[in-house]
């Protein structure tokens, strides 16, 4: 008599195909799954830096040295340190200006709401103050 099915040692073999091949291709969806995850780290980091970039564009250092701030779901901190301290600025036709500048370097920081550190950089920023007004006698 022919036996008929599967012998033990043939079900044994296809287990051990198929087990392999799963674990394979759950590390490799692991894999995939951990650098989306680095990919999406890297991109709200370039995001939030370039915000806080932005608006520490708009900010005057000599003004508002330090300072923190919320922007969306970024919390921007800044500390300010004069490169140069501010001095009279010329006006155009050669003669002393209405404003003070120096030159800062701007440290900033960005966190996100749950104070994890996304990104750390410094800019160079003129800080402005107008301490002379217009003579509008000699126009």
Same mark, same amino acid.
């Given at each position: 008599m022919k036996a008929q099915g599967f012998s033990l040692l043939e079900v044994i073999v296809a287990l051990v195909l198929i087990t392999s091949t799963g674990m394979a291709l759950f590390s490799w969806m692991n894999t995939n799954t951990m650098s989306l995850q680095r990919v999406q780290f890297v991109q709200q980091r370039n995001i939030a830096t370039r915000n806080a970039l932005m608006?520490?564009?708009?900010?005057?250092?000599?003004?508002?040295? %330090? !300072?923190?701030?919320?922007? @969306?779901? =970024?919390? &921007?901190?800044?500390?300010?340190?004069? #490169?140069?301290?501010?001095?009279d600025g010329m006006a155009h036709?050669?003669? %002393? !200006?209405?404003?003070?500048? @120096?030159? =800062?370097? &701007?440290?900033?920081?960005?966190?996100? #709401?749950?104070?994890?550190?996304?990104?750390?950089?410094?800019?160079?920023?003129? !800080?402005y103050l107008q301490v002379r007004k217009p003579n509008l006698t000699d126009m």
């Open positions: 608006y520490i564009n708009t900010i005057n250092p000599l003004q508002n040295p %330090q !300072g923190s701030t919320t922007l @969306g779901s =970024y919390i &921007v901190n800044w500390n300010s340190k004069a #490169l140069e301290p501010p001095k036709t050669g003669g %002393q !200006g209405f404003y003070q500048v @120096g030159l =800062y370097e &701007v440290a900033v920081e960005v966190q996100d #709401l749950d104070k994890q550190v996304l990104a750390n950089f410094t800019v160079r920023e003129v !800080g």
